[in-house]
């Protein structure tokens, strides 16, 4: 490695946020010092990958972005399975479970969020109980669908639904157990929700609503049945839970770093304490586009926020303004959500209507307007038309009345 003699860079978690605020460190100063920090075993590797590797559709190696000779050769120090345990943000420097410490003149926090865990009775000592957020997560879940005919999956969120669908295309037969009347409440409405469980239906998935896991009967540690809220009982050799993320910055609690549900910073990502940025899901940033913070779970928002923020880290002055966009495969249709989807937001009024699509399926399209001024959509069926939709929501024209806002319905 070369002699480093210029700013001391440290970048906590090296998801897609934080390897592309190294790389781009190091494309425009090359005499600068960068150390990049995860408690995973692996360089990047890309999460939005995982369900098909899990659905058995891409071979692992295809799933990872680096590997470690490409930080030997951008002189990017990885530092892996090291835990970051605090920082000491008055002296610079942060902490290691192991080694270390390190200090720094910039620090950026990109540490995403890790998965809650099953906290009900059955659980303690019982195996084959998995979250799905990492690749080991991906590996091990893998391995005991090929041993299991029966699984049960539970939650309402795009991590529920990719997990259903991998044991299902891994030939399990999967209870959907869902305690909310549909799934992505918070973005669809009864009508999409319907469309999505006749989607995994029509794909030999059983979808029970109203119910959630009450508790899991094991034998000698191997999962036999789960057991529901409402007392039914549904068979699982594999169980799968998508209950939400908890956004890591718990390590910064000794420090004044503000952070509410992430860590909060302004549109050029820095936080209250100079010196200290954050990007990617732990970002609790605030959205020129939408006039308030807001935290984000997209990979192209992460992969953004860690251009932007270099920039910015090296001292420039850059704002993150974009259009957040997440797209998904659903079994053999998509699902499309771009900028503010939000069906509980009573700030915003929304348009839905559904029409027959390609192959059989149906299209559905939800758009929602703030004040008249179109601020996102939901799209689940054909994707056309995606692009320029993200370009009137970023266009921020206004659709006042009935017609205007149907014929948003065509726009392909
Ligand atoms: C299964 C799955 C499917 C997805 N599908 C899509 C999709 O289709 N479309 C889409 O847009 N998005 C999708 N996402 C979301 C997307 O992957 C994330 O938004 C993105 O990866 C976030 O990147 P990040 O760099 O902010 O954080 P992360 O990728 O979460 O990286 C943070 C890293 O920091 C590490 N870390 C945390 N705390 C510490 C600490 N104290 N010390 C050291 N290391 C630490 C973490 O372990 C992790 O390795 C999906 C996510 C998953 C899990």
Redesign the pocket.
């Given at each position: 490695m070369a002699a480093e003699v210029g700013k001391k860079y440290v970048i906590?978690?090296?998801?897609?946020?934080?390897t592309t605020c190294a790389q781009m460190l190091r494309k425009n100063d090359v005499s600068c010092s960068i150390w990049l920090?995860?408690?995973?075993p692996h360089p990047l590797y890309n999460?939005?990958s995982?369900?098909r590797y899990l659905q058995g559709l891409l071979p692992e190696q295809k799933v990872f972005i680096r590997n470690l000779e490409w930080h030997e050769q951008q002189n990017i120090r990885l530092l892996t399975e090291?835990?970051?345990t605090s920082v000491d943000t008055e002296g610079r420097v942060v902490h290691l479970d192991h080694g270390g410490p390190l200090p720094y003149d910039a620090l950026l926090v990109?540490?995403?969020?890790?998965a809650n865990k099953l906290d009900v009775p059955g659980v303690a000592g019982t195996q084959h109980i998995y979250n799905?957020?990492t690749l080991d997560d991906t590996r091990e879940i893998i391995a005991r669908a090929l041993e299991s005919k029966e699984a049960v999956t539970s939650g309402g969120s795009?991590?529920a639904y990719?997990m259903t669908e991998g044991l299902n295309v891994r030939g399990v037969h999967v209870t959907w157990l869902m305690r909310g009347p549909y799934w992505l409440r918070s973005i669809l409405d009864a009508e999409g929700g319907q469309l999505v469980d006749n989607i995994a239906t029509r794909h030999g998935v059983t979808i029970v609503h109203g119910d959630q896991i009450d508790h899991v009967v094991a034998d000698s540690g191997v999962p036999k049945t789960v057991v529901g809220a409402t007392g039914k009982e549904y068979p699982a050799e594999v169980i799968g839970v998508g209950l939400g993320l908890t956004l890591?910055h718990g390590?910064l609690a000794s420090t004044p770093i503000e952070r509410q549900t992430g860590i909060m910073a302004n549109e050029y990502l820095e936080t209250n304490v100079p010196g200290v940025f954050t990007?990617?899901?732990?970002a609790e940033f605030y959205d020129p586009m939408i006039g308030r913070h807001t935290v984000m779970?997209?990979?192209?928002?992460?992969l953004a926020h860690g251009r932007i923020v270099a920039i910015n880290m090296a001292g420039g002055h850059e704002p993150y303004v974009d259009v957040a966009t997440?797209?998904?495969p659903l079994f053999d249709t998509n699902i499309a959500v771009m900028g503010i989807a939000e069906s509980n937001n009573p700030e915003l009024e929304t348009f839905m209507k559904m029409a027959p699509g390609d192959k059989g399926n149906t299209d559905y399209r939800k758009y929602f307007f703030k004040e008249n001024r179109l601020v996102g959509s939901v799209f689940i069926g054909s994707p056309k038309g995606r692009k320029k939709l993200v370009e009137l929501i970023r266009d921020g024209g206004n659709y006042p009345t009935q017609a205007e806002r149907e014929a948003l319905f065509d726009v392909r």
């Open positions: 906590i978690g090296n998801g897609i946020a934080g920090i995860t408690n995973e999460r939005v995982l369900p090291t835990l970051v990109a540490t995403g969020g890790w799905f957020v795009f991590i990719e890591n390590f990007a990617g899901d732990v779970g997209t990979w192209d928002n992460a997440y797209t998904s």
